[in-house]
């Protein structure tokens, strides 16, 4: 598939009309397009603060966002889609959000809805702000501490004191905090510092019980706790000249500072090298078709009042993804199936091994491009579909050996009949005659390849059409006795019951293929399901580790400030993901469970007999051991 479009200049994304949210036709068509991975930065911050500038420097353009008092007020955000400087198959998609604090909204939740969008869509979310961070620039910051009523990680309340907010580190954005203009030197204590030095003593809790301080610790604990991962940049002024700040997109590079410059180039070289690929919980990695669905599922939420809800937004991915993979996979069945068989096959294992690595290859390519089918229901949709498109072909086979067979028997047959018309055999030993004509015939046909799995039934077809015919020039020809003629019908007798139960063998023998076949289509389909659920298992076990990891962390980081009271509060919290996480490690019973209910479902779908089914589940069952 190709990637999809990418865009010539940045569009207008998200809409505020009428105090409703809407998603840009256009833009989302575009994005739609996009089947690469991407990598989401979203920007944020007050009006005037440059973010703009900072975009167009990591869409490496000069112009593009519309810098200054040139964003128009309903614009809620703008995108712009490039190809990724240094990750080959993925696209940069950047987001620049409407500024911040505009009086002029009539909206008080705006503000919080623009952060909490930008939050949710990207995987690297800056926040641009002016001259220092100071206590001053932390209170602008308050849309941080909202969050947790915006935003939900599951639709149920979560349990044993485990706070829903815990598993926003699943999933939030890595953080980056930019300071334009600032003018203080790097320096704690009368010690150099670094840039990311700077911003962790600015997010130190504040000892004491005061309202205040208890206050000022609420944003910096919500800080610390959704966005493990931080980062700062600092900026100095553009340029001197005042005058020229107002029209930055106009002047040239060497106009700007040099070391304003070398920062802006740092800025981006850092998110060209550092900024992941979009994720969602259980790592579920995010293409430009993801995004669409994301974005439209979030703002149709919050016009209708609600709250996002991360796990219904999954969910609802997944159903649009899964759909699209079993299509997909489907598709991908028929047209190898196509390719690679050519009818009539000679034989009828030819037929179910090209089935066989079909299946396969469309199974895998299902796996690969579907997530969270937790009940299995589109999985069993395409087995379904297999069956049904296997079924198909097995007929078309066999319409082609019968087809084909005839036309050879009528070909070869052609003399014999003009003989019989004639007369030709009504004559005194007319009946050996007949029978050799007839022996010609049979072995001729026997020797035309590829006449496909039906030519022993077409060629008993047509000795039985003739049994008639033979009868007839038998009692007719008078060099036969009597005694004679009766051991040529009781011969003929045999064959015909020799050809039925020949027939009755060959009936067998294929339905034993093919209930053979689909025992071992089961079990590879289990050996790739056990692959798939292993696979899903270890992320989420990196998931809960990374967030015990986290808390492990702020714990560790509590108890050192002075803060045991809170240190203490995370103990029972902790103790349940350790559980969590050492029940995952040691537990396979969720996963051999779902393996043999998908061979049950498999089983129903395909119909093999039970005494099959029963030596397919012990070779199972050696995969758990």
């Not at 712009?80 to 240094?86: A, D, K, L, N, T």
């Not at 066999?398 to 003989?419: F, I």
Request: glycine share 4%; aromatic share 8%; hydrophobic share 35%.
């Amino acid at each position: 598939m190709a990637p999809g479009p990418i865009m010539l200049v940045p569009m207008c994304f998200v809409e505020n009309k009428n105090e409703q949210m809407s998603v840009n036709k256009k833009a989302l068509k575009i994005l739609c397009k996009i089947s690469q991975q991407v990598v989401v930065v979203a920007i944020v911050g007050l009006y005037r603060t440059g973010k703009s500038y900072l975009m167009n420097c990591l869409a490496r353009e000069k112009k593009g966002f519309p810098l200054g008092s040139t964003v128009q007020s309903e614009t809620k955000g703008i995108m712009w889609c490039v190809p990724h400087p240094s990750k080959p198959n993925h696209t940069l998609v950047l987001l620049d959000t409407e500024g911040l604090g505009d009086v002029e909204k009539g909206d008080p939740k705006n503000d919080s809805w623009i952060f909490t969008l930008a939050v949710l869509l990207s995987s690297c979310f800056v926040y641009n702000s002016m001259s220092t961070i100071n206590h001053d620039a932390l209170e602008k910051l308050h849309y941080v501490t909202e969050l947790t009523e915006l935003i939900r990680a599951k639709s149920s309340p979560t349990q044993h004191s485990v706070e829903d907010s815990t598993e926003f580190v699943s999933f939030f954005p890595d953080f980056i905090w930019t300071v334009r203009d600032f003018t203080l030197e790097l320096k704690l204590n009368g010690h150099p510092i670094t840039e990311d030095q700077y911003l962790e003593n600015a997010l130190k809790l504040i000892p004491g019980l005061n309202p205040k301080a208890k206050s000022s610790n609420i944003l910096r604990e919500c800080i610390r706790h959704f966005f493990p991962k931080r980062k700062c940049f600092v900026f100095d002024r553009p340029t001197k000249e005042t005058e020229l700040l107002a029209h930055i997109d106009d002047i040239l590079e060497s106009q700007l500072d040099p070391k304003f410059r070398k920062q802006s180039e740092n800025f981006c070289n850092y998110i060209f090298t550092h900024a992941r690929t979009k994720t969602l919980r259980e790592g579920v990695q995010v293409t430009g078709n993801r995004l669409g669905t994301l974005v439209v599922t979030y703002v149709e939420t919050i016009n209708s009042g609600a709250v996002p809800c991360l796990e219904n937004t999954v969910t609802t991915l997944s159903q649009i993804e899964n759909s699209a993979a079993m299509q997909k996979a489907a598709e991908h069945y028929s047209q190898q199936m196509a390719q690679r068989v050519s009818f009539p096959t000679d034989r009828l294992q030819e037929l179910l091994d090209q089935h066989a690595a079909c299946e396969r290859e469309a199974i895998a390519v299902f796996m690969e491009n579907s997530f969270k089918d937790d009940q299995r229901v589109f999985r069993k949709k395409l087995l379904e579909i297999i069956k049904n498109t296997k079924e198909s072909f097995l007929q078309k086979n066999e319409q082609a050996s019968v087809k084909y067979c005839q036309y050879t028997l009528d070909q070869l047959s052609m003399a014999l009949m003009d003989a019989i018309s004639e007369g030709n055999f009504s004559v005194p030993g007319g009946h050996n005659n007949y029978r050799r004509a007839k022996e010609r015939i049979e072995q001729c046909y026997w020797d035309v390849p590829r006449k496909g799995v039906k030519a022993k039934e077409v060629f008993q077809d047509f000795l039985q059409s003739q049994m008639p015919i033979k009868k007839s020039i038998l009692y007719a020809d008078r060099t036969l006795t009597q005694g004679q003629k009766a051991i040529e019908e009781e011969r003929a007798r045999k064959e015909a019951a020799e050809m039925e139960k020949e027939r009755l063998r060959q009936k067998h023998w294929e339905q034993q293929q093919q209930m053979e076949a689909q025992n071992r289509s089961l079990q590879e389909n289990m050996v790739q399901l056990r692959e798939k659920l292993e696979w899903e298992r270890d992320k989420a076990l990196r998931e809960q580790t990374r967030i015990l990891e986290h808390r492990m962390k702020s714990q560790e980081e509590f108890l050192n400030n002075g803060f045991k009271k809170k240190a203490d509060g995370m103990k029972a919290e902790i103790d349940h993901l350790r559980s969590t996480i050492e029940s995952m490690k040691k537990s396979e019973t969720p996963l051999i469970s779902q393996v043999l209910e998908c061979a049950n479902e498999a089983t129903a779908i395909l119909s093999i007999p039970a005494k099959l089914v029963g030596k397919g589940l012990k070779a199972l069952s050696s995969l758990f051991k």
